[in-house]
């Protein structure tokens, strides 16, 4: 008697143990965020100098959503230039999004090789990150502006001055948000072979939603060199 209730209770355990692992088996785990596509830099060379900005673009996925981006760069060794930045805005909440920033690195960076972390949190908890490399260089002869500023009307005014030491190849303006993207390029006679120009153009974004939007100036210049700059501007 004694060894059938034994039997039979070693039986119970494992039905309840194969009741468990089946009913594990038929939930499938979320999985962690993912990040692609990183770049960093102009053409992702992964170069930003001092009073420019830094050029930072990925792809996120996540299938239990985003619950917010950090941004992390620091020295590799001693004391210099440092970021920690959280972002929610435009992230939080989606399960797909792109990681598009200009980050201002100041006049007075210090020069050196520099580490950096993207990291994304979903709202499970879990974290993926993506680790780089980054060189602060100083580059006199990059092309510059100043004075850029954008504004709304019947269509996008876009005005900077430009200077360029090795002389303007090409001026590229880009609109992006709310699913839209436009880009111009310019090579105007007047700008062409200049090392100093004053830029002045209309964009036409009739066809942009009303909302949040990124514009960027790019500046290419005859050696080859370019540099990108950022602005914004809502449009009601």
């Not at 020069?111 to 908890?125: A, E, I, P, S």
């Not at 111009?184 to 120009?197: E, S």
Request: hydrophobic share 40%; with cysteine; charged share 20%.
């Amino acid at each position: 008697m004694k060894t059938t209730k034994q039997l039979i209770c070693l039986l119970l355990a494992g039905v309840t143990l194969f009741s468990a692992c089946s009913k594990d088996d038929n939930e499938t785990p979320v999985g962690a965020p993912a990040i692609e596509g990183l770049e960093v830099g102009a053409n992702n060379n992964k170069i930003a100098h001092p009073g420019n900005d830094l050029h930072i673009e990925a792809q996120i996925t996540a299938a239990a959503n985003i619950k917010d981006v950090v941004l992390e760069i620091h020295p590799e060794n001693g004391s210099g230039w440092e970021v920690n930045t959280t972002y929610t805005e435009g992230f939080a909440g989606l399960k797909n999004a792109e990681f598009h920033k200009h980050i201002d690195v100041p006049a007075d960076a210090a020069v050196g090789d520099y580490h950096g972390h993207l990291k994304v949190t979903d709202q499970n908890g879990r974290v993926t990150e993506a680790e780089f490399e980054l060189k602060v260089e100083a580059d006199p002869t990059l092309p510059s502006v100043t004075g850029f500023e954008v504004g709304y009307g019947n269509d996008l005014h876009v005005e900077a001055t430009v200077a360029a030491p090795n002389k303007i190849a090409q001026i590229v303006v880009e609109v992006h948000g709310n699913d839209f993207e436009k880009e111009v390029v310019y090579t105007d006679a007047a700008m062409v072979g200049q090392t100093t120009y004053n830029l002045h153009k209309h964009v036409d974004v009739a066809a942009a939603p009303a909302g949040h939007y990124h514009v960027h100036l790019k500046v290419v210049d005859q050696a080859g060199k370019e540099n990108e700059f950022e602005e914004h501007f809502d449009k009601p």
